[in-house]
């Protein structure tokens, strides 16, 4: 996830992250309510949740769990189809694994979790090839399949 700098910030210990205003982080890890784990030009540490605004992503739902995750991707409208296409997704925070994502794809009557993975550098990927964001990921994943058995390209929901 991104956010940005709200103002300046100047780091006032060992673990904190000092930036500047506009600068764009990389939130590692949301799961304190004052402070979040980010990491900027390739230094981590911690940034005070009041200093940055996250960026609005239609496709983040945050803490919810599966069931409620698949609930969503599988709703029906009124004349019994689904209201999603194949390929909708969501992201939401991973229940197992503490500040981890999970992404969620509508596939036919049926719901596919691909589990974020992430490396000791920070870089991000479902299978293989690794970027610096996770929208980095989802971006590529729309033009290239995010399962190796089929095809499976993410789209938006309507």
């Not at 309510?33 to 992503?57: C, F, H």
């Not at 995750?69 to 599988?74: G, H, P, Q, S, Y």
């Not at 194949?86 to 999970?102: I, N, P, Q, T, Y």
Request: contains cysteine; aromatic residues 10%.
């Amino acid at each position: 996830m991104e956010a940005v700098a709200i103002h300046d910030v100047d780091a006032t210990a060992e673990d904190e992250l000092a930036f500047k205003k506009n600068d764009v982080l990389k939130i590692l890890c949301m799961n304190e309510q004052y402070w979040y784990k980010a990491e900027l030009n390739g230094k981590v540490g911690i940034v005070p949740s009041t200093s940055v605004e996250m960026r609005d992503y239609d496709w983040f739902f945050g803490p919810i769990n599966r069931e409620k995750a698949e609930e969503i991707l599988l709703e029906r409208k009124a004349d019994g189809t689904y209201s999603q296409p194949d390929g909708a997704f969501l992201v939401r925070h991973d229940e197992s694994s503490e500040g981890k994502f999970s992404v969620l794809v509508k596939l036919g009557e049926s719901v596919q979790q691909f589990k974020v993975l992430s490396d000791n550098t920070g870089r991000y990927s479902i299978w293989g090839k690794k970027f610096n964001s996770l929208n980095q990921v989802l971006e590529h994943h729309r033009t290239t399949s995010a399962s190796t058995t089929r095809t499976v390209l993410l789209k938006d929901m309507f």
